[in-house]
């Protein structure tokens, strides 16, 4: 089953950057603004601020996504 779910990661947002931001989690999500801001705050998806901005890890999205 983790092989299935391997090949699934990798499929899924393969038109994104690996590290993403507000804009694109907001696009991938189909969510506003505010709801990515504080997605990007819980600790499942655990964005980092890097100067002024939000840098997510694409996996930590997916993996977000695919929760039980």
Known sequence: M???NTTYEQ????????IVG???LQE???IGRKAALDLAKHPK???IIV???FRIPKI???RYMLRD
């Open 51 to 53: 100067g002024n901005r």
């Open 22 to 24: 507000i804009n694109e």
């Open 2 to 4: 983790a092989e299935k």
């Open 60 to 62: 930590n999205v997916i």
């Open 28 to 30: 991938m999500l189909g």
């Open 11 to 18: 499929m899924m947002f393969a038109n994104y950057p690996d």
């Open 45 to 47: 998806i655990h964005g």
